[in-house]
């Protein structure tokens, strides 16, 4: 497993833009599947936005395609969030996620390790 730390979080107001890092420890970093999932008061938690370890290849939730965009880079054992045009909707505390199996990973049983997570807060 590794362990994941977050960062970026904060208030905004909506149409704003912020980036989220996370920031893994262990050496296998970029075999890992990464993730980014968040979670509103009184909601499950929900997958967002990931990126596989294989091919770099992106995949997102329909709610954020086209806003938000997921990278990596493995050199610094790091993914990020670049979250654009946001919404009140948005507002959630958001986590950073990895996982070892192959493939698209949207379920979080699917995932390894999670970080403490980050609030972001969107304002009307």
């Known amino acids: 497993q590794v362990q994941l730390v977050e960062s970026g979080g904060g208030l905004v107001q909506a149409g704003g833009s912020l980036r989220l890092s996370c920031v893994a420890s262990g050496r296998t970093f970029s075999s890992y599947t990464m993730g980014w999932f968040r979670q509103a008061p009184g909601k499950e938690r929900e997958f967002v936005a990931g990126?596989?370890?294989?091919?770099?290849?992106?995949y997102y939730a329909e709610s954020v395609k086209g806003r938000f965009t997921i990278s990596r880079d493995n050199a610094e054992n790091t993914v990020y969030l670049q979250m654009n045009s946001l919404k009140p909707e948005d507002t959630a505390v958001y986590y950073c996620?990895?996982?070892?199996?192959?493939?698209?990973?949207?379920?979080?049983?699917?995932?390894?390790?999670w970080g403490q997570g980050t609030q972001v807060t969107v304002s009307s």
């Open positions: 996620a990895a996982g070892r199996r192959l493939g698209f990973l949207r379920a979080r049983y699917e995932y390894d390790s």
């Open positions: 990126i596989t370890w294989t091919a770099g290849a992106t």
